[in-house]
T-cell receptor, first 109, second 116 residues
Framework: GQNIDQPTEMTATEGAIVQINCTYQ??????LFWYQQHAGEAPTFLSY??LDGLEEKGRFSSFLSRSKGYSYLLLKELQMKDSASYLC??????????WGAGTKLIIKP | IAGITQAPTSQILAAGRRMTLRCTQD?????MYWYRQDLGLGLRLIHY???????GKGEVPDGYSVSRANTDDFPLTLASAVPSQTSVYFC???????????????FGPGTRLTVL
């Protein structure tokens, strides 16, 4: 079966750095997305990785290791508005998106 | 219209009633999707359409049907609602069905459905 694992919940302090991990086992791999979802709202795109390595975009960076079936999302200089759920999704061999259950990130002052 | 719209925003429905959730996009995207999102389970694909005139079943299709008469509209119908269909429903679209970043999905605001 296909499986994506993320921690259910994480807590971090405003101004700090947090790393959210995602491991996947899917039938094929054609890319990986990270989405942000604030409570009561729709998911919105954060990043896309298809090659190994780090993609940096402002305060957010995403890393991929295809050989390990592993990705992480790194959030720097945390702000209260970063409190949200972060969803990892993998494109499988049929070009379908397989979604993780998401990681709820709680930011404390 | 800009992006994807869904209607209604929320609905309370009696069990056994028929209900259609509407979804319209103006981005001329080929692919469209319906998900349900339940606490702790993440997004689960109900049905999808890779292009107008075609549809396919996702992970949890039972009790739901869809149609794709044109590029813009992708309604989801519950023929006879049951309480287990209480959920938040998201419609999404993407430009292409293959090719890396073109699989990025754009989401509508969601419909919160309660079946009593």
């Amino acid at each position: 079966g296909q499986n994506i694992d993320q921690p259910t919940e994480m807590t971090a302090t405003e101004g700090a750095i947090v790393q959210i991990n995602c491991t996947y086992q899917t039938s094929g791999f054609n890319g990986l997305f990270w989405y942000q979802q604030h409570a009561g709202e729709a998911p919105t795109f954060l990043s896309y990785n298809v090659l190994d390595g780090l993609e940096e975009k402002g305060r957010f960076s995403s890393f991929l290791s295809r050989s390990k079936g592993y990705s992480y999302l790194l959030l720097k200089e945390l702000q209260m508005k970063d409190s949200a759920s972060y969803l990892c999704a993998v494109i499988d061999s049929n070009y379908q998106l397989i979604w993780g259950a998401g990681t709820k990130l709680i930011i404390k002052p | 219209i800009a992006g994807i719209t869904q209607a209604p925003t929320s609905q309370i429905l009696a069990a056994g009633r028929r209900m259609t959730l509407r979804c319209t996009q103006d981005m001329r995207h080929n692919a469209m999707y319906w998900y349900r999102q339940d606490l702790g389970l993440g997004l689960r694909l109900i049905h999808y359409s890779n292009t107008a005139g075609t549809t396919g079943k996702g992970e949890v299709p039972d009790g739901y049907s869809v149609s794709r008469a044109n590029t813009d509209d992708f309604p989801l119908t519950l023929a006879s609602a049951v309480p287990s269909q209480t959920s938040v429903y998201f419609c999404a679209s993407s430009p292409l069905t293959s090719g890396g970043a073109y699989n990025e999905q754009f989401f509508g605001p969601g419909t919160r459905l309660t079946v009593l």
